[in-house]
């Protein structure tokens, strides 16, 4: 070492700051990755991307080879560093020699390439895969050693080094996927990805026709009235009972209606003919769930029950597929019979009408957890059957009542949110204006 220049030393220290320098930053940058996106690049073919995902699949003999080059450059610096400050100041020198050596590998070899390989990981970690493959194989026997032992203390301690927990993603941690991809894909795709995943949380007792509003046809009124609710009927598929819409027969699609009707044989018989046997789902059932029973079941539309085995709902396939796209038959919330714009910026809404519905069309939040439907929610909040004029606050959102009719809310007037220290308020109309 004495037969070495002092300018030769300082070479091998600067040469051994920056393979100091590249096993730090190597280490941020492979740990760095989104395994999602190197699992996406491995598959096209790219090769660094390959390297990278065999090399991480065992963590344990990666840290192993970065820590044991690591760790050995940075001792060797030292030694050095020690070296050239005898020779220079003597005895006083190894102090200060330590600590301006501290301070150079702190800022160049850890802190400044950690931090660039943790904004540009790809760009390390895949140049340094070429260089970390070849090298395990060489060491690969000292390695395996220190691996052996820092495995043993783990062991101790409850930790077993092999089993390696290969976790997927959450359902919450997608939403959080998709929310931060609004710069990448248009906001329509985006909403589209969210009511996909929202399809698990929400259950066909969301988005149902209830049973009072049910377009179904009594086999056992007169002919010439069920004619009538034939003509003047706007559903594609109608159910048909027998005196009471707990007696479901079952369901015929209006094409065999018009088949019947244009080779003039629409008769009671061939009516009843035609009519296609009804398809009964539980109350409850998760809408993906569902969708998965219209899929497998080969059917649209379905007829919700509750443990009794009475008629809850109508619930059909484009129901659910409008929770993921939208709305099929309106253009905006301009044209939604059950949600009105008005000139001051306020809309009159049907009681009927699911908050599902309105949070979809308007953007705004209104609480799902409870009840299904602005009727349902309102009287839960009052405890009791509003009369018109009636003001309430329901999730910063100023609600008056326009028309109560058979003891529900039918119409009301409902404005955007506004800041209110107080989300739910109420103020009961004037006696004397409403006529008591």
Request: a negative charge.
């Amino acid at each position: 070492m004495n037969d070495i220049s002092t300018a030769v030393l300082f070479s091998l220290l600067a040469i051994l700051i920056l393979l100091s320098a590249f096993f730090s930053s190597s280490e941020t940058g492979l740990m760095s990755l989104n395994r999602y996106r190197l699992k996406h690049l491995a598959e096209k073919g790219h090769r660094g991307a390959k390297l990278a995902q065999t090399l991480l699949q065992r963590p344990d003999r990666l840290l192993g080879i970065i820590l044991l080059g690591n760790n050995f450059v940075n001792i060797l610096a030292s030694a050095l560093a020690t070296i050239i400050a005898l020779r220079l100041l003597g005895e006083t020198g190894i102090a200060i020699a330590t600590g301006l050596l501290t301070f150079i590998v702190l800022i160049f070899a850890e802190v400044a390439p950690k931090t660039l390989a943790a904004l540009h990981p790809e760009r390390i970690a895949f140049p340094a895969a070429y260089i970390y493959t070849p090298l395990l194989k060489i060491l690969y026997p000292l390695v395996f050693l220190v691996n052996i032992m820092a495995n043993g203390v783990l062991r101790l301690i409850g930790v077993k080094p092999g089993h390696i927990k290969h976790e997927g993603v959450s359902v919450e941690e997608l939403r959080a996927v998709v929310r931060e991809t609004s710069k990448l894909i248009p906001q329509k795709h985006q909403d589209m990805l969210m009511g996909i995943l929202n399809l698990e949380d929400a259950t066909v007792d969301d988005i149902m026709v209830p049973r009072n509003e049910i377009t179904a046809i009594d086999l056992e009124d007169d002919w010439d009235e069920i004619l009538k609710q034939l003509t003047t009927c706007h559903r594609t598929r109608i159910p048909f009972y027998r005196g009471d819409i707990n007696n479901i027969v079952g369901i015929i699609h209006m094409r065999r209606v018009i088949n019947l009707l244009t080779h003039n044989e629409l008769n009671r018989v061939n009516l009843e003919k035609e009519i296609r046997e009804a398809y009964f789902i539980p109350e409850g059932t998760s809408l993906y769930q569902q969708l998965e029973n219209f899929q497998h079941n080969k059917r649209r539309t379905a007829l919700a029950v509750d443990e009794y085995g009475d008629i809850q709902g109508l619930v059909t396939l484009e129901d659910i597929l409008e929770e993921v796209v939208g709305e099929f038959t309106t253009a905006s919330h301009m044209t939604n019979q059950n949600i009105q714009s008005q000139d001051d910026n306020s809309f009159l809404i049907s009681g009927n009408t699911h908050i599902r519905e309105i949070n979809r069309t308007l953007g705004w939040n209104l609480p799902v957890d409870g009840p299904k439907t602005l009727n349902g929610l309102i009287l839960e909040y009052m405890e009791i059957i509003p009369e018109p004029g009636t003001s309430l606050m329901i999730a910063e959102h100023p609600i008056e009542i326009i028309k109560t009719q058979n003891n529900a809310v039918q119409i009301t007037k409902i404005k955007p949110p506004i800041s209110s220290p107080d989300s739910t308020t109420t103020t009961q109309p004037d006696k004397d204006m409403d006529g008591g």
